[in-house]
């Protein structure tokens, strides 16, 4: 009598990937777009955005770099002192939005095709 056959191989199923972890708040954070007009969310970020405007408006020389300095706090004084906001010296997000306005106000105006 002939042997008996053998038993059919098991198949072989790749094994699946296990699912990514969830994100972290860093992952969320570097996914979200990032508005140019927000008050950011760091310290140092809210030195820089108040140094960039300031230097935009020419209040500051230096390149923004996030530290608050005595050239930063000079400039904020200054500016504060000809917008009508109290002194402090300091970055904060009344300066901030009182700079984004001014910013907006100083911006040229598109001229009008229709003269």
Do not use: C, H
Request: proline letters at 17%; a positive charge; hydrophobic letters at 35%.
């Amino acid at each position: 009598m002939p042997p008996p056959p053998a038993p059919p191989k098991p198949i072989q199923l790749a094994a699946t990937a296990p699912p990514p972890p969830p994100p972290t708040s860093a992952d969320i954070r570097k996914a979200a777009p990032v508005d140019p007009d927000a008050w950011p969310a760091t310290s140092a970020g809210q030195v820089r955005a108040v140094q960039a405007l300031l230097r935009e408006m020419r209040f500051y020389e230096r390149a923004p770099d996030g530290r608050m300095g005595p050239a930063t706090r000079a400039a904020i004084r200054e500016y504060e002192g000809l917008a009508g906001l109290k002194v402090t010296g300091q970055a904060n997000r009344e300066l901030f939005n009182s700079l984004k306005e001014m910013q907006l106000l100083m911006k040229p105006k598109p001229k009008d095709s229709s003269n």
